[in-house]
């Protein structure tokens, strides 16, 4: 087994994929000779040649577009959006095409397309580069939303997408592609679309998060005082959500606080507050606290650390619900 | 260093069948037989007979609204009749049903779908169309995608992708010219110039002088057509059909044609264009002039028209009275093509028909706990 970083992983996962199945292919900007901007398709070209690892012209449009026809061929895409400040010109196509086709064909035509695109902040990235746009995807009903955190989940997460019968969107948090090494088997697995995980076991609150914020949460409660308890959920999968472990969760702790890196309104913390509120009500002991990015516009590298949940905001956060 | 020109272009129009019906012997060589002429024109008349009776299920309230193809049916059919059934595959807008008829769909389901009911989007197996596309433009990447796959395959199949002259100045449009000319995909750009996107003529819509010399920038053949004549679309349709088969690369067919309907039953087009233009455009109706040159031939005439017109009313009346007895679709159908799978919130959702949580489960912990005094 090797130690990987999600980076690795990622690359692993394609380049298994790809060799198990002719009809996987790679597409996007700057993906081919050059491996992604982040290197993430990194030798598959070489490996697979330039019919299967495809640079394309620079339109992301054009790329989910295409990708949605090869899809309908019996293909398998795995396309890449740079960055997901740029899903822009492609929202028409994911949520009006690639969301739909099965349903408005009563299941007669399928999209099982994978569309990895990095995301999120804190790695000083040049302005538009670095937000969070899951809760818009997931709005959209017709989509998978995915986000890992650790190298063993990337890849089999991406395994379980590329495999998927459906359209899923694989956002890969940028600030963790290297920032961590972990085992990784060589040997297949996956992991299920729609399942969290639990990070730590507690009975005095639960804190829900995905991508990077793990981190941040993961730093927040080593602050914590020595006999307070709490349990961490990693969601991996935005959208179909893992409610039930949720639900279980705060019905044990009566106490939730939800990270994410996004802005606050309408967001997924917005949905998984009322989703608590619904299901745990006559468990709660204190109202459903929300981390999140400040309803702004994400600001430019050197203030990104003061827009982005830090381990201080969500350790305090957590204190106070405690408290309340 | 004296000035050079680096780039020279020009936009060949072709008209083989002129408006009165006179056919140019030499440019229509190897084109459409009598017989094949005969078929397509009793297709015209079927379309155009579909479109009548849709347009009066629409306004007696037994159909919503309704895009009628009138008028263009010669840009349909002319192109539709060059691509190979079951093998070439089409990608279409929403004014060429009769292609879509001539490669196996059933009529049925053009009627189903917009009676309101996605279930006309069901293509039977083997039929090698796609569903239509509402959103304007963005079936080309598609088209681009479906011929892209067939190129990395080997598969010896074209795609021919239908729009309109408004389509072109969506950008979807140029990214699928320029993907599918990059990759030189078998793909053929068929526009359907029909001077209006709803109430914007197309001066209004682009500066360009044609829609073909669109894709002289992305490195395609260009041309421009007679759209209402059935041989000069036909023709240059197989052109660009045989030029894709040998990995010649990709065409831009601009097709004149005019919009004789409204732009869908919704629309009353009295508001923005002059009743002098309809008319001229009436007088160069593509069924008009292809009954000439059969009438010339001598191969028609009134009382074979009148069978003609009663055998498209007689196909048209049997699929209306199909698809008007279809019940409506059961309220689960919306959730249960979502996913492959359905997901655990939507099986909650679909089986309480409710989004409102309480009362969605049974068993939920609290349910009646104001009634009851106690936890339930």
Redesign the interface.
């Known amino acids: 087994m090797a130690s990987l970083t999600l980076a690795q992983a990622i690359n692993l996962a394609l380049q298994q994929e790809m060799e198990a199945d002719p009809r996987v ?1 790679c597409l996007g900007e700057d993906v081919g000779l050059n491996g992604g901007v982040f290197r993430i398709t990194e030798g598959l070209q070489k490996r697979f040649g330039p ?1 299967r690892v ?1 640079d ?2 620079l ?1 992301e ?2 790329i ?12 398998r ?1 795995v396309p890449e959006i740079q960055f997901e400040g740029f899903m822009g ?1 492609a929202y ?2 994911l949520t ?2 690639a969301a739909r086709f ?9 999209i099982p397309m994978t569309v990895r695109v990095p995301v999120g902040g804190g790695i000083h990235a040049p302005e538009f580069h670095s937000d969070s746009p899951e809760a818009i995807y997931t709005h959209n ?2 989509l ?1 939303v995915v986000m890992p955190s650790t190298p063993y989940d990337a890849k089999g997460l991406l395994v379980a997408a590329i495999r ?3 359209p899923v969107i694989f956002f890969e948090p940028k600030r963790v592609y290297r920032s961590f090494r972990e085992e990784v088997p060589e040997d297949e697995y996956t992991i299920p679309i ?1 399942k969290a995980k639990m990070v730590a076991e507690g009975t005095d609150l639960t804190v829900v998060t995905w991508g990077a914020s793990v981190f941040q949460c993961l730093e927040a409660l080593d602050h914590l005082a020595e006999d307070v308890s709490v349990e961490l959920l990693d969601l991996r999968t935005i959208n ?2 893992d ?2 472990v949720i639900t279980r969760s705060v019905e044990k702790t009566g106490r939730c606080v939800v990270v994410q890196e996004a802005p606050r309104l309408c967001s997924m913390a917005s949905e998984i507050a009322a ?1 608590i509120q ?2 745990c ?2 468990h709660l002991e204190a109202p459903v606290q929300r981390v999140t990015g400040f309803d702004t516009v994400m600001p430019y590298a050197k203030l990104e650390l003061d827009y982005l949940p830090d381990a201080k905001r969500i350790g305090e956060a957590i204190e106070q619900c405690l408290a309340y | 260093m004296p000035l050079k020109t680096v780039y020279k272009a020009q936009i060949d129009y072709l008209q083989i069948l002129d408006e009165e019906g006179r056919l140019d012997e030499k440019l229509a060589r190897d084109t459409l037989t009598d017989e094949q002429v005969l078929f397509l024109y009793q297709q015209m008349l079927t379309g155009r007979c579909l479109d009548e009776i849709a347009f009066k299920l629409q306004r007696s309230g037994r159909m919503h609204t309704y895009p009628q193809n009138k008028g263009q049916e010669a840009a349909a059919l002319g192109s539709g009749f060059a691509m190979r059934k079951g093998i070439d595959f089409l990608v279409p807008c929403y004014r060429e049903n009769a292609a879509l008829f001539l490669h196996g769909l059933p009529m049925k389901n053009v009627l189903i779908y917009w009676a309101g009911d ?2 006309g ?3 039977p197996e083997g039929v090698q169309v ?2 239509i596309a509402v ?1 304007i433009g ?1 079936q ?11 190129k ?1 395959r080997k598969e010896d199949r074209v795609v021919i992708t239908y729009f309109g002259d408004g389509a072109t100045s969506e ?2 449009f140029h ?2 010219m ?2 599918a000319t ?2 030189n995909v078998p793909c053929i750009f068929f526009c359907q110039n029909n001077h209006w996107a709803i109430s914007v003529p197309r001066e209004q819509q682009t500066a360009s002088e044609t829609v073909a010399q669109k894709g002289l920038a992305y490195g395609a053949q260009c041309i421009q057509v007679d759209g209402n004549d059935l041989f000069a679309v036909y023709k240059a349709t197989l052109v660009a059909r045989e030029r894709a088969r040998a990995g010649g690369g990709v065409t831009l067919i601009e097709a004149i044609t005019y919009r004789l309907g409204d732009h869908t039953t919704a629309d009353d087009a009295r508001r923005y264009r002059e009743t002098e233009e309809v008319e001229v455009w009436k007088a160069k109706d593509p069924l008009i002039r292809t009954r000439k040159y059969l009438q010339g031939k001598g191969l028609w005439d009134d009382a074979r028209q009148g069978a003609a017109e009663e055998q498209a009313k007689a196909i048209v009346d049997r699929v209306v009275d199909e698809v008007l007895n279809i019940p409506a679709p059961s309220p689960s ?2 959730f249960d ?4 799978e359905i ?4 099986r909650r959702q679909r089986d309480t028909m409710r989004t409102s ?2 009362g969605q489960d049974p068993g ?3 349910l009646g ?1 104001r009634q009851q005094g106690s ?1 339930a």
Do not use: C
Not at chain 1, 105 to 110: K, N, V
Not at chain 2, 343 to 346: A, G, T, V
């Open positions: 292919i019919d495809i394309t012209p339109a449009s054009g989910i577009g295409t990708s949605i026809g090869l899809a309908m061929a019996g293909m895409p010109p028409d196509q009006n095409h099965r349903t408005r064909t009563r299941g007669t035509i399928t009903p017709g998978k998927d019968p459906d729609g179909p959500m409610v039930d989703l619904e299901r009500f006559l | 996605e279930r989007n069901i293509i796609a569903p959103p963005t080309m990447l598609h088209a681009t995608g479906i011929a892209w796959a067939y990395l950008g979807d990214e699928a320029n993907f990059t990759f159908e919306f093509h979502m996913y492959s997901p655990e919130e939507l949580s309480l939920q912990m609290g706990y936890l």
